[in-house]
């Protein structure tokens, strides 16, 4: 069975731009989770998205946001990009209970903003 | 609100040595679920153990062990016999029935020196 794969791996962008991070979780898997990993703050949660819809968001501002599609895989979007917004973002999937399963992680997508 | 604690930021033990990662946690919420993540320098977090607030019973899985008390709100976790492929960081991670959302410790850096 095929694992979480993200794209891209890694992701160099400006300050004020935008941009879109994917994730396809493993096959069979609807429920998916975003996180975000700091050296600073660590793993934080970003949202969770079960049948396309958003389950719950974690404590970030707007400019982040998340949606599923119908084949269960995700995109995240981080609109007008700051410097700290450059971390490596985790995508997980799971079984239909969503967090309080295990989740498998896919490798990440690293971005950096300059 | 939930919280986790792993106070041991860099463990360094040499092989074959057993050592134990600490993980204390907080909430209000009498069902949570608790569990261990490795994240090995590749970067992709790996599911180790799930435990839910009802079963305090002890695991052994192999060289790893999990130990469990609700009166102290722990839950460690200990690898006999450490091997060099241990080396990686470890996460203890907390999901309550009311947060719905996977928070986690700061991380354990376990270095096995051969």
């Known amino acids: 069975k095929a694992g979480v794969t993200q794209t891209p791996r890694y992701l160099i962008k400006t300050r004020g731009q935008q941009v879109t991070l994917s994730c396809s979780p493993i096959?069979?898997?609807?429920?998916v989770s975003w996180y975000q990993q700091t050296p600073g703050q660590g793993l934080q949660f970003l949202f969770e998205?079960?049948?396309?819809?958003?389950?719950n968001k974690g404590n970030f501002p707007g400019r982040f946001s998340g949606r599923q599609f119908s084949n269960s895989r995700s995109e995240m979007n981080v609109s007008t990009l700051e410097l700290g917004d450059s971390a490596l973002y985790l995508c997980?999937?799971?079984?239909?209970?969503?967090?309080?399963?295990?989740?498998?992680f896919g490798p990440g997508t690293r971005l950096t903003v300059t | 609100a939930q919280k986790v604690t792993q106070a041991q930021t860099e463990i360094s033990v040499v092989e074959k040595e057993d050592v134990t990662l600490d993980c204390v946690y907080e909430?209000?919420?009498?069902?949570?679920?608790l569990f261990w993540y490795k994240q090995p320098p590749s970067g992709e977090l790996v599911f180790l153990i799930r435990?839910?607030?009802?079963?305090?019973q002890n695991e052994i899985s192999g060289r790893y062990s999990w130990n469990f008390q609700k009166s102290t709100s722990s839950f460690n976790f200990t690898i006999t016999a450490s091997q060099v492929v241990d080396s990686a960081v470890y996460f203890c991670?907390?999901?309550?029935?009311?947060?719905?959302?996977?928070?986690f410790g700061s991380g354990t850096q376990l270095t096995v020196l051969p």
């Open positions: 096959s069979g898997h609807r429920s």
């Open positions: 435990r839910n607030s009802f079963d305090e």
């Open positions: 991670a907390l999901v309550s029935g009311s947060a719905r959302q996977l928070t």
């Open positions: 909430t209000r919420d009498t069902t949570y679920y």
């Open positions: 997980a999937s799971s079984l239909p209970g969503g967090v309080f399963h295990e989740q498998y």
């Open positions: 998205y079960f049948s396309e819809t958003q389950r």
